[in-house]
């Protein structure tokens, strides 16, 4: 799904990415890689292939957009050192030819020299936007601050009593919220204003509500 946000030409990926093809950019939000593994070892049941499947999905996602830079927006990881981390280390390995960037998150606390030993770099700014993990109290004038961390969703109303919840990329007046790229993370209901664009991912489509 194309759209301008902010006089930026952005791209919604079906995957809840964000690719801003004239900078040659792919932004992504709230991976939580790990919390499979945190899950698990509290008791509750998920397959073990669970904690893999969000890595592959990453390295599809960057081998179809093909841009040489890839910025996340926060909570790369679930808190702990984990098994992800020596994965995802070999992934970005294997992609020499891109560069990597974070903005650190509430979840991202671990100490700065695994991240540097990934050559993870640090990302405030691109062009006119403000790259955050929470949202802005105060929106600096003449920028638009895209974040996440809130996880956004709508519920839709079916027939009847039917509603579900569905992940959404949400677009105010002065703040864009990502979706959450990672599984397991819930979904919050945002309200729309007037004004505010919504977009839902569902069935491998973006889709304006």
């Not at 669970?50 to 909570?75: M, N, P, S, T």
Request: charged share 20%.
């Amino acid at each position: 799904m194309h759209t301008y946000i902010a006089n930026e030409h952005m791209i919604l990926r079906s995957e809840k990415a964000i690719h801003m093809p004239d900078h040659d950019v792919l932004i992504v939000s709230d991976l939580h890689f790990g919390k499979v593994e945190h899950f698990r070892k509290n008791g509750i049941a998920l397959p073990p292939t669970a904690a893999r499947k969000g890595i592959e999905k990453l390295y599809e996602l960057i081998q179809a957009v093909d841009a040489r830079r890839v910025i996340f927006l926060g909570d790369l990881f679930h808190s702990d050192y984990n098994n992800a981390w020596p994965a995802f280390k070999d992934m970005i390995a294997s992609l020499p030819d891109y560069k990597f960037e974070l903005v650190l998150g509430n979840h991202d606390i671990l100490e700065t020299s695994l991240y540097s030993g990934m050559n993870l770099t640090y990302c405030i700014e691109l062009n006119n936007l403000i790259l955050t993990h929470e949202p802005m109290d105060v929106i600096v004038e003449g920028k638009y601050n895209l974040c996440g961390h809130i996880h956004p969703g709508v519920r839709l109303s079916g027939k009847g009593r039917q509603s579900v919840k569905i992940p959404c990329f949400y677009f105010g007046k002065e703040m864009g919220i990502m979706p959450a790229f990672g599984t397991f993370t819930g979904t919050h209901v945002l309200k729309p204003m007037e004004g505010d664009k919504v977009f839902v991912v569902q069935d491998k489509m973006v889709i304006e509500v």
